[in-house]
Nanobody, 121 residues
Framework: QVQLVESGGGLVQPGGSLRLSCAAS????????MKWHRRAPGKQRELVAG???????NYADSVKGRFTISRDNAKNTVYLQMNGLKPEDTAVYYC???????????????WGQGTQVTVSS
């Protein structure tokens, strides 16, 4: 079994910062692309940022220059550093990864349970 567990969400004032973490555990052979998505109330889920195993990154236009995605391959963990937070960043943030399972020797797409980020004064 493979699990993704997010942490680091919370309540922050506009202009503040938060760092989200997502740790993968279980029968992991390798992890390919890791991504952060978010779903705001009443809106569709959107891709926030992604990072390849080699460190190439991409970002949604709405977060460029404010958010930074990174990963620690040795720890099977992806991070999202969020600076300059705005009320419109309020959402549940989910991590997502393509993981090869060494038990079944197949690659599956896994999701975490989500962590709430609320930006409000």
């Amino acid at each position: 079994q493979v699990q993704l567990v997010e942490s680091g969400g919370g309540l922050v004032q506009p202009g503040g910062s938060l760092r989200l973490s997502c740790a993968a555990s279980g029968s992991i052979l390798s992890i390919n692309v890791m991504k952060w998505h978010r779903r705001a109330p009443g809106k569709q889920r959107e891709l926030v940022a992604g990072i390849t195993r080699g460190g190439s990154t991409n970002y949604a236009d709405s977060v460029k220059g404010r958010f930074t995605i990174s990963r620690d391959n040795a720890k099977n963990t992806v991070y999202l550093q969020m600076n300059g937070l705005k009320p419109e960043d309020t959402a549940v943030y989910y991590c997502n990864a393509d993981i090869t399972d060494y038990v079944r020797m197949m690659t599956y797409n896994y999701w975490g349970q989500g962590t709430q980020v609320t930006v409000s004064s």
